[in-house]
């Protein structure tokens, strides 16, 4: 069992910026990948970006060049820092966390919200 808790989310106005925190706890091995996603149409939760436990990032092409994944392997949390953010990034945010190779958690989400 993984609890992955979310912080970081809120109101912003476009061109600004926001990180977003993933922290992950309880019991397992290994956390093989962690990774952002963002609501789209209805239920639909498409990738946004996620890092493996070497390092490895992939980014939506929405997101490529505005927002950076990194991942803090001793605190077990995931961050994504959202630059020059667009009313379009406006989502809830979900976390998601790959461990011991099989088992996938996620997050409570947390809403990001670019607005004027």
């Known amino acids: 069992q993984v609890q992955l808790v979310e912080s970081g989310g809120g109101l912003v106005q476009p061109v600004g910026s926001l990180r977003l925190s993933c922290a992950a706890s309880?019991?397992?091995?290994?956390?093989?990948?962690m990774g952002w996603y963002r609501q789209a149409s209805g239920k639909e939760l498409p990738l946004v970006a996620d890092?493996?436990?070497?390092?490895?990032?992939n980014y939506a092409s929405a997101v490529k060049g505005r927002f950076t994944i990194s991942r803090d392997n001793a605190k077990n949390t995931v961050y994504l820092q959202m630059n020059s953010l667009k009313p379009e990034d406006t989502s809830v945010y979900y976390c998601k966390a790959r461990v011991n190779f099989v088992n996938d958690y996620w997050g409570q989400g947390t809403q990001v919200t670019v607005s004027s």
């Open positions: 890092i493996t436990s070497v390092g490895t990032t």
């Open positions: 309880g019991n397992f091995v290994t956390i093989n990948v």
